[in-house]
Antibody, heavy 124, light 112 residues
Framework: QVQLVQSGAEVRKPGASVKVSCKSSGYTFTDYYILWVRQAPGQGLECLGRINPNSGGTKTAQKFQGRVTMTRDTSLNTVYLELNSLTSDDTAVYFC?????????????????WGQGTLVTVSS | QSVLTQPPSVSGAPGQRVTISCTGSRYNLGTGFDVHWYQQLPGTAPKLLIYDNDNRPSGVPDRFSASKSGTSASLAITGLQAEDEAVYYCQSYDSSLSPNWVFGGGTKLTVL
């Protein structure tokens, strides 16, 4: 069965960086986009961007450009989200989610499987 | 302010029918991009409930249905059950924004 398993909770001080991982199993890792979505406490869902696990190509939300890096390791079926220059506003649960297959338009498709979420807390 | 607009809350008694609206614009739903719906139970990840406007993934009860017309979409839940109490999000793609994948603000469903 398809599973996305994320790394554990993190606590960082303002100005630091954090790297969250998302390991996929149960399907061909390089066939589907992976997206990163975050949810601040008591708030809604916000998309940070997506990665093409086959090529490594990324698309980052303008709001996060310069602060977000998305990478993948195909030998581990794992994608990573790194967020730099953290502030308290970055305190949130970060989810990875599987998007559509790469040969379809990225505008199509839903997020059919999600990781369990990783809580990142930024506090001095 | 979310790109897709949902009511903050709806409520209904067990057995009743409720609907949740999702209003977009010419850059997303109005362009013909599909809308998808997710259910988020407290402390859990969102779960895909409806995809491509009106399709249910395997395992989702047929009490859940959805439709889309123009720049609006709606999710309907019939035969309301206590376990349906959750936050529901609509999601689509937007041609004018970055990121292109956009969510509604979420609607909290309370089963009375």
């Amino acid at each position: 069965q398809v599973q996305l398993v994320q790394s554990g909770a993190e606590v960082r001080k303002p100005g630091a960086s954090v790297k969250v991982s998302c390991k996929s199993s149960g399907y061909t890792f390089t066939d589907y986009y992976i997206l990163w979505v975050r949810q601040a406490p008591g708030q809604g869902l916000e998309c940070l961007g997506r990665i093409n696990p086959n090529s490594g190509g990324t698309k980052t939300a303008q709001k996060f450009q310069g602060r977000v890096t998305m990478t993948r390791d195909t030998s581990l079926n794992t994608v990573y989200l790194e967020l730099n220059s953290l502030t308290s506003d970055d305190t949130a649960v970060y989810f990875c989610a599987r998007g559509i297959q790469l040969w379809f338009l990225e505008s199509q498709g839903s997020f059919d499987y999600w990781g369990q979420g990783t809580l990142v807390t930024v506090s001095s | 302010q979310s790109v897709l607009t949902q009511p903050p809350s709806v409520s209904g008694a067990p057995g009743q029918r409720v609907t949740i609206s999702c209003t977009g614009s010419r850059y997303n739903l109005g362009t013909g991009f599909d809308v998808h719906w997710y259910q988020q139970l407290p402390g859990t990840a969102p779960k895909l409930l409806i995809y491509d406007n009106d399709n249910r993934p395997s395992g989702v009860p047929d009490r859940f249905s959805a439709s889309k017309s123009g720049t609006s979409a709606s999710l309907a839940i019939t035969g309301l059950q206590a376990e349906d109490e959750a936050v529901y999000y609509c999601q689509s793609y937007d041609s004018s924004l970055s990121p292109n994948w956009v969510f509604g603000g979420g609607t909290k469903l309370t089963v009375l």
